[in-house]
Each structure stands twice: as C-alpha cells, then as structure tokens.
C-alpha cells in the first residue's frame, strides 16, 4: 500500500487538537477528516525566499490544526510543490506522518521548471513535443493540456516535487481553458480520456481521488461557452467507472465576492437549475473554496452587515468564516505565505463555524454577499 491520507491518520491528527479545536472544524469527506481552513500555494514570486516562506508556513499551519495542503505543478514553476515537499520532510522528523496530512495538486498548466528558461518555446519541445508527450493539436489557448500522456508527465513530477508516492487529490486545472477553442462535445471527449488515466493512477496507487479546479467554469450561466455541467463530468466518471469512480472532488473560488456555487442555479439536471453545492451534495462530490481571501482583497474593508452576523475579530477573520461555513463548502484555501497570516487564521481552528442560522442571516438582510 502506498501511503496516502487515511480515515485513522487524519482522525489521529484531529486528535492531537482535541482540547481546543471547534466543533466542526474537523469535517469528514471521502474518508478523510478535513480541516475546514487549507493552505493555498498559488501567489508569490518563484525565488527562494518565497519557497522557504511557504515551507515554514505549510509546518506552521500543520502544528496549528490544518491538515489540508493545495498545490499546482504551474505555482511559481514547480517551486510550491516543492516548498511543500520540503515542509513535510521537517514534519516527519516532528513526528507527523503522511496519512495525517490530505495533499492536492493540480495539472493541466504547461509550466517551466523553477524559473522562466531564456526560450520557453525551446524548452517546451524539447521538454515535450520532441518525446512526444504532447502534440500542438492538443494545446489550448498555447498553454493547457489534458492529453492523458502529459497528465500521466506531470503526475509523475508533481510526486517529486512533493516527495510522495501518492496524492490524494489530483485535479484538472481550470479545464474550461479548453473551451476557447474546442466544442463542449470535444471537451467530454477529452475530459472522458483524462479520466479514464486518472482511475488508470488511482488503482496504480498514484492518487486517492481526482477532480477538476476550476475559475469560472462552475460559476458562469449555464450557456456561457465556458461554462461547465457537474452532471454531465460526473456522469462521465460514472460510465467510466461505475458507481465506485473517484471522480470525489471540485475546487472553485468562493468568497464574500463570488458566492456562485451557493446562489447561482446554474446546474441544470432533469430540467431543474440547482447550484453547486446542491448538485455535488447529491453527487457525493466534496467541495473545496478557492480564493477565500479574493486574493487578500477581502481582509480589509467588508461592509458593516458581516461582522454584525459572524463577530469576530477582523475582516481576514470574517471572510474565512463565511467560506468555511457555507453549506456543502468543506473547506475553504487560503494562500499563505507569511507564518504570521497561518498563526493569525489558525484563530479559527478554536471558532465554531457560523450555524446556518447565522450564515442565513446575511442573506436574509438582503446583502448580495
Ligand atoms: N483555479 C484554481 O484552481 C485556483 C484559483 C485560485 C486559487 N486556488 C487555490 O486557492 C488558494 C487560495 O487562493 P489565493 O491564494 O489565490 O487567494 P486568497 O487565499 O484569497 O488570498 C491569499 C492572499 O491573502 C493574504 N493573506 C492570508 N491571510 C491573511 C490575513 N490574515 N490578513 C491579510 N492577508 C492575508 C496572503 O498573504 P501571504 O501570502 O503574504 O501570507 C495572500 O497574499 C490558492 O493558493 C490555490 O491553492 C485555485
């Protein structure tokens, strides 16, 4: 068995926060506990300050009750993955072990390796087209991929540069990309061989579970041209692997300022628009908040109404609290870089997320949230 996050490893890790984690900090999903706040490792610059910064601040937030970790092969070329890959060596040695900690990452994004090379086209046929890992024809918008050779490419790195032998979670990146320039039919196509290599890598062990990480697809109308159908992406894991497919996980941005998957009834099944986080619900797919800071926009200057229903200490606080409380958001990411945001956001370790009571409340007052 190669090792992965587990049902018993992260029950063992929320133990070790007992004594003060919240009730409901801790949630289950895809047989996993998760904390309800993540890590992010998208912004910052490729330089190696900001790589020890990450890796300090990924050990930080796992000694302070957030085991879950989200990555992209593209973040600062490669070089967040490997800030984490890093953090959890120094774990290990602090006596935290893999199956405690739920790590996902992302493909789908050409990116270079560490730094941006004099050439970038040269370095991409060299890296790529010349050993035939992928073809110009399977190029979206000059930079996303999902043929399953290069997937099956940068799962490989993306282990690497982690210091795994397992994920357990890998998504597609923003895969609307490739609705640019091809067809939705095209795009199920595609999608379908994607994930018939992504069961291919859980029963080689490789992944836990797949999912897709998207910007807009989730959150635009539904006749949008980018516009994306859980139903339609589900049902293709289903007629690839029948019920048991692991097909388990979406990641979309929700904030205070993008509060689609829980307003918009953009996903239509039988003749009936549902929002996200309803239709996932049913499917049993989790759902993890990206960008719960609007990229540190929201932790200053949120109108009056939101401290009135959460409380809290400041807008950092309060933006967090109404991305992790949301109904059907298991956990909400947050990039952080500075050991000092992960000690101040580890606040909410000890906060009970927001009743749906409350959360309602800032609805009910007529905010568009
Ligand atoms: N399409 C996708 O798949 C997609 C898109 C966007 C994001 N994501 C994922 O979601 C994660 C979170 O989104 P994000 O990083 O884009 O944006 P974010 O979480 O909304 O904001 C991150 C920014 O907020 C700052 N910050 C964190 N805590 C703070 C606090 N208490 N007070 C003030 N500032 C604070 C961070 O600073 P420091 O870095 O200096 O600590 C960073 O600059 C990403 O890292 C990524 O893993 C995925």
């Known amino acids: 068995m190669t090792k992965s996050a587990t049902k018993e490893g992260t029950r063992r890790y929320a133990q070790r926060f007992a004594a003060r984690a919240a009730s409901g900090h801790f949630r289950e999903a895809q047989r996993m506990l998760l904390s309800s706040l993540g890590l992010g490792t998208y912004l910052g610059q490729p330089d190696k300050m900001t790589d020890e910064a990450y890796t300090a601040a990924v050990v930080a937030a796992a000694e302070s009750g957030i085991n879950l970790f989200d990555s992209a092969i593209n973040y600062r070329f490669q070089r967040s993955e490997r800030s984490i890959g890093a953090a959890l060596e120094q774990l290990a040695a602090k006596g935290f072990s893999r199956e405690e900690l739920v790590l996902a990452t992302k493909g789908g994004y050409l990116t270079?390796?560490?730094?941006?090379?004099?050439?970038?086209?040269?370095?991409?046929?060299?890296?790529?087209i010349q050993p035939g890992i992928f073809t110009a024809?399977?190029?979206?918008?000059?930079?996303?991929?999902?043929?399953?050779?290069?997937?099956?490419?940068?799962?490989?790195?993306?282990?690497?540069?982690?210091?795994?032998?397992?994920?357990?979670?890998?998504?597609l990146h923003n895969p609307e990309t490739q609705l640019s320039e091809i067809a939705k039919p095209e795009f199920l196509d595609r999608l379908r061989t994607a994930f018939e290599f992504l069961e291919s890598a859980v029963a080689a062990g490789e992944i836990r579970y797949y999912g897709v990480a998207t910007w807009n697809g989730f959150r635009r109308d539904p006749r949008a041209e980018d516009a994306m159908q859980l139903a339609d992406i589900a049902q293709t894991a289903q007629e690839i692997a029948g019920g048991m497919h692991h097909f388990r996980f979406v990641q979309l941005p929700f904030n205070l300022g993008m509060p689609e998957a829980l307003t918009l009834g953009n996903q239509i099944l039988r003749e009936r628009g549902r929002t996200l986080v309803e239709l996932a619900g049913d499917l049993d797919i989790t759902v993890i908040a990206s960008a719960s800071l609007l990229q540190g926009q929201l932790a200053r200057n949120l109108p009056e109404v939101v401290a009135e229903a959460f409380g809290l200490e400041n807008a950092a606080e309060r933006a967090l609290q109404f991305a992790r409380s949301a109904p059907g958001i298991t956990a909400a990411l947050v990039g952080m870089s500075r050991v000092e945001h992960v000690k101040a956001n580890a606040r909410m370790v000890n906060v009970a997320p927001a009743t749906v009571e409350d959360f309602g409340k800032l609805f009910a007052r007529g905010e568009s949230a």
């Open 112 to 128: 270079p390796d560490g730094s941006m090379p004099a050439d970038a086209n040269e370095y991409f046929f060299r890296e790529y």
């Open 137 to 171: 024809k399977d190029l979206a918008a000059g930079s996303h991929c999902m043929a399953p050779k290069f997937l099956k490419d940068q799962l490989g790195r993306s282990l690497k540069n982690l210091r795994v032998e397992c994920l357990d979670v890998y998504y």
